[in-house]
């Protein structure tokens, strides 16, 4: 439970300032060469001699005035969303094809990570060596215990139902979003996680079998990390959601990082077991990313201003 409140307090840190920010708007006219700011507001006074535009009257005069109150964002991001559940069984079949993707992007993409992945095997158990010594030490030790519940999908699964809950209830979209996609993520991270875990059945470091022992089918399931592969797959998530924010990146997948390393120094995987598990999550968070079914909400809105004897809409856009 401890880990779970600090998984939904890191969510909830990463999300204040884009809250902060999308408060602020301001008017301007929109004439040429006039930039747009984060607010922009279109509005057409009423007028005695209406001008036809696409068949539907519109008054001639658009003119920019002090806003109105800004109202939270009316649409819900809902989790029965019908893109938003297709996208389940569409990203299952992505991560299913991937291996057989031969694109230029895919096999540059691959060349990197089975490389890096190589180096690490052949280097496991002289890592395993170095991060038993930086384990013996009671600090480490307590480190490492602080990072181990981060990486646990219960908690990050609870941290995301919490970010949704708090859009909720502060008609934060964006929040909602975070938690919907970041469950998402979650979840498909499990299949390449699990698939990977039955086929290879490695041997953890202490079992002491070695860093090749593999196929063994008696519980070994050691490649993929599960906590580095879901915690770089929601750190992926929220890096993607704020990256208007050139801080939360780096502290996103430096939490990812850390847990993925206490993994290593606390003797329960190969360093090459955590690398799998970082693709694995990075690869997933990008893919739920780029399916977003809530697209434009991530930027910009379309909210109606409703004053009396005023018609019009506001586009309204975060940076």
Not at 39 to 57: D, N
Not at 67 to 82: A, F, G, K, Y
Not at 157 to 184: E, K, M, N, P
Not at 251 to 273: P, Q
């Amino acid at each position: 439970m401890t880990g779970a409140l600090l998984v939904g307090f890191l969510l909830l840190l990463c999300s204040g300032a884009a809250r902060a920010s999308e408060l602020r708007a301001i008017a301007i006219q929109t004439h040429p060469g006039v930039g747009y700011p984060a607010s922009l507001m279109l509005r057409r006074e009423q007028s005695p001699t209406p001008i036809e535009v696409a068949g539907a009257p519109v008054p001639p005069q658009v003119a920019a005035a002090e806003p109105p109150q800004l109202r939270p964002r009316p649409e819900l991001v809902s989790p029965i969303d019908r893109d938003y559940l297709l996208n389940y069984p569409r990203g299952a079949w992505e991560i299913v094809k991937r291996p057989f993707d031969f694109s230029r992007d895919a096999l540059i993409t691959d060349a990197v990570v089975l490389g890096v992945g190589g180096v690490l095997f052949a280097l496991d158990r002289e890592i395993r060596v170095s991060a038993g010594r930086v384990g013996d030490s009671e600090e480490h030790n307590a480190i490492t215990r602080d990072l181990e519940p981060i990486g646990r999908w219960q908690n990050l699964g609870i941290g995301f139902a919490a970010s949704y809950a708090a859009g909720i209830v502060t008609d934060d979209t964006r929040l909602q979003r975070l938690g919907l996609l970041g469950g998402q993520a979650l979840a498909l991270a499990t299949i390449p996680y699990v698939g990977l875990n039955y086929a290879f059945s490695r041997d953890r470091p202490t079992r002491g079998h070695g860093s090749v022992s593999f196929f063994k089918g008696n519980g070994s399931r050691s490649f993929p990390s599960g906590h580095a592969t879901y915690s770089m797959a929601a750190a992926t998530v929220i890096a993607e959601e704020f990256k208007d924010y050139p801080w939360v990146a780096p502290f996103a997948y430096g939490v990812a990082g850390a847990v993925g390393i206490s993994r290593i120094v606390d003797d329960k995987h190969w360093a090459s077991d955590v690398w799998a598990g970082w693709a694995i999550g990075f690869g997933v968070g990008k893919l739920v990313y780029a399916m977003d079914p809530f697209g434009l909400g991530k930027n910009v809105a379309i909210l109606p201003i409703t004053e009396p004897g005023v018609y019009g809409a506001q586009l309204h856009m975060t940076f």
